[in-house]
């Protein structure tokens, strides 16, 4: 059983004051585009500032580097999230998307075959969650390269395992949702500041 991080605090307390220009440039950058910093910033940036040097070209691969689709790679990272029970990542790449909790245009607990999906979208859903299950059949593999090629099936692997890494970053040291759709909603000019 997979144990979501939501299921559980925090098992390590938030440094509020990072060390290094890097660090604290990353939190300036998060409260700017979503709201506020981020907790993995607090818990495991601030602790391990190397990793995320590291793991900066990976960011930036991520948003600008993959030829596939935005509202595609949304769609992947949203239910890998979902598939691993993160939280935390489920809420970011929604709030990236520009999507709120409340909205169902992409999977919580459906499948691969939903029918508000296309051909191209069913068969990437049904890799990643083939993978994300242990295996991918030779059936899933076949579908997926009747409607990808070759590089896209790549970036789509990519995608799958780098959404993993993060989210078996979150998930184990209990890092839940920040709540980026709610203040994405908050923000949203009109929107009122009961909401």
Request: some cysteine; glycine content about 8%; hydrophobic content about 40%.
């Amino acid at each position: 059983m997979i144990v979501s991080a939501s299921e559980h605090g925090l098992r390590l307390a938030p440094l509020d004051r990072p060390r290094g220009l890097l660090l604290r440039l990353f939190n300036w950058l998060m409260r700017r585009r979503l709201g506020k910093e981020m907790m993995p910033a607090r818990v495991i940036y601030a602790r391990f500032p190397g990793l995320l040097w590291r793991s900066l070209p990976f960011y930036h691969l991520m948003e600008r580097g993959l030829g596939l689709p935005r509202s595609l790679r949304h769609l992947i990272e949203v239910r890998v999230s979902v598939l691993n029970g993160c939280t935390f990542c489920e809420d970011l790449h929604r709030a990236n998307a520009g999507l709120g909790r409340e909205n169902d245009a992409l999977p919580l607990d459906g499948t691969s075959e939903d029918a508000r999906y296309d051909a191209r979208q069913r068969a990437a859903l049904r890799y990643v969650e083939e993978i994300a299950r242990g295996g991918v059949t030779d059936a899933g593999f076949a579908a997926l390269r009747a409607q990808f090629s070759e590089r896209e099936i790549v970036e789509l692997t990519w995608l799958q395992a780098f959404t993993t890494y993060l989210n078996r970053l979150a998930v184990p040291l209990g890092i839940g949702s920040d709540g980026f759709c709610e203040l994405q909603a908050r923000r949203r000019p009109g929107a009122s500041r009961t909401e």
